[in-house]
């Protein structure tokens, strides 16, 4: 007897493996797992400008990376109390004490990005909301507000039309930028509850139906990834929350992370990925004594194993784990 439904998620038309390079983009769920991916030693490369919610300020970061933006003191201004240098396109882990550190950290970040979208073979974007804030004085999108008075911005509810032009430009640009790489679209499960329940609702049904309205168009190298859909349906249960009843278990993360593996690896992909989480946990083993013989075997065994994967399994970094083990030797 079945006690919940289940997403039915198609297999997708391309694959990916330890060769591929991943770039995320969007939401805190996105960073959540990309996180996941790297722990299992995929090459991601997530947020480049920090955490970002709407489609209207993944096109501009896009833009911005693809174009190779200079960032100048004009984009920047300095908070009165913090006297930290902010850019409103950008999380405050970029800002700094320093004017000149703030644009050169701005600057290396849109260099970095660059580079790795000119090889991506996937990106993942994961929209949060539709609610967009706007600087008054420029009408300027603002993707972080740094704590800056209310009434600088006017935070409003986009359209459909807005979120869908943006997608499209998004798929256009990266198209256009990459011509092999895939885009994954999905909706992040955490649900936006300051403006209520309703609120949240609508928000997600218009970037539901901007992603919507875009593969509509048949582009092939567009897909959608139904994280939503799973968290709202299948995982229907408040022990897959967080304490706070609104951002995801790690439970939760792990399911919607494995049924990706699922959607965009072959089995022989899925095995290889069981294979490197087994190994990984060796770095967790407490050492007790450096100097024995136990420890130099032990080592000796996962320097091996390392080498294994290579032979096996190729386009996984495994520098940091030799440097661990031949410490322990």
């Not at 396109?89 to 979208?117: D, G, M, V, Y």
């Not at 992603?211 to 990834?225: A, R, S, T, V, W």
């Not at 939503?228 to 349906?233: F, H, K, L, R, V």
């Not at 069981?274 to 946990?281: M, P, S, T």
Request: charged share 25%; with cysteine; net charge positive.
């Amino acid at each position: 007897m079945k006690t919940f439904t289940q997403i039915k998620i198609p297999p997708s038309n391309f694959k990916i493996d330890y060769n591929s390079n991943l770039f995320f983009l969007g939401s805190c769920f996105a960073e959540n797992i990309s996180k996941k991916f790297n722990q299992r030693k995929f090459n991601t490369y997530t947020n480049p400008f920090g955490v970002t919610y709407n489609p209207l300020s993944i096109e501009r970061q896009i833009i911005n990376i693809i174009d190779k933006k200079i960032f100048t003191k004009e984009d920047i201004f300095q908070d009165k109390n913090s006297l930290l240098w902010h850019s409103f396109e950008a999380h405050s882990s970029l800002s700094q004490n320093s004017q000149e550190i703030s644009l050169s950290h701005l600057n290396e970040a849109i260099e970095r990005a660059n580079k790795f979208l000119k090889k991506t073979d996937v990106v993942f974007i994961t929209l949060g909301t539709s609610f967009v804030y706007f600087l008054k004085e420029t009408n300027q999108v603002v993707s972080n507000c740094h704590k800056q008075p209310s009434n600088s911005f006017l935070r409003k509810l986009i359209s459909v039309d807005d979120a869908s032009n943006a997608l499209s430009n998004i798929a256009n640009k990266l198209h256009e930028f990459n011509k092999n790489l895939k885009i994954i679209f999905t909706v992040s499960p955490i649900r936006h509850l300051n403006d209520g329940m309703q609120a949240n609702t609508i928000s997600k049904s218009i970037l539901q139906l901007s992603i919507y309205n875009l593969l509509q168009k048949d582009i092939p190298y567009g897909g959608y990834f139904p994280s939503y859909e799973i968290m709202m349906d299948e995982l229907r249960d408040y022990r897959y929350y967080d304490d706070d009843m609104i951002h995801l278990s790690n439970l939760a993360e792990i399911i919607i992370f494995e049924k990706i593996l699922n959607t965009y690896c072959s089995a022989e992909t899925i095995k290889n990925v069981q294979q490197v989480e087994k190994f990984l946990k060796n770095k967790e083993h407490q050492i007790l004594d450096l100097n024995s013989n136990r420890t130099h075997l032990f080592a000796k065994q996962c320097l091996d194993k390392i080498s294994e994967f290579e032979k096996n399994i190729s386009g996984i970094q495994w520098q940091q784990e030799k440097e661990y083990f031949k410490k322990l030797l």
